[in-house]
């Protein structure tokens, strides 16, 4: 069982930068993949930044890319999403997760934690 908490989500203005955390903990092992999700009201889920065990891959979609930067510590077990240039079409409740399948396959992400909310306020 592997236990996610982010932390960090607040209110922001148009253009402010943002670091979320999210607190790693249970019977992890090192081979896991990692990712940011998002969920604005009424829309999906959606990845906003996924990353390979050994961090040697990420994958952003365009919506972000560019602004947004996942990162993980392994020696510390957080994992932190760094978000600039913050627009309010970035308002969200932003989730942490972690899977053991392709860092890609959206559906291997098994734990997830209980959310942090941002809001990009113009």
């Known amino acids: 069982q592997v236990n996610l908490k982010e932390s960090g989500g607040r209110v922001v203005q148009v253009g402010d930068s943002l670091r979320l955390s999210c607190a790693v903990s249970?019977?992890?092992?090192?081979?896991?993949?990692i990712g940011w999700f998002r969920q604005a009201p009424g829309g999906e889920r959606k990845a906003v930044g996924l990353?390979?065990?050994?961090?040697?891959?990420?994958y952003y979609p365009d919506s972000v890319k560019g602004r947004f930067a996942i990162s993980r510590d392994d020696a510390e077990k957080m994992v932190h999403l760094q978000m600039n240039n913050l627009d309010p079409e970035d308002t969200a409740v932003y989730y942490c997760?972690?899977?053991?399948?392709?860092?890609?396959?959206?559906?291997?992400?098994?734990?997830w934690g209980q959310g942090t909310q941002v809001t990009v306020s113009s």
């Open positions: 997760a972690a899977g053991y399948g392709h860092f890609r396959w959206v559906k291997g992400y098994s734990y």
């Open positions: 249970g019977r992890t092992q090192n081979r896991f993949c």
């Open positions: 990353m390979t065990w050994d961090g040697n891959n990420t």
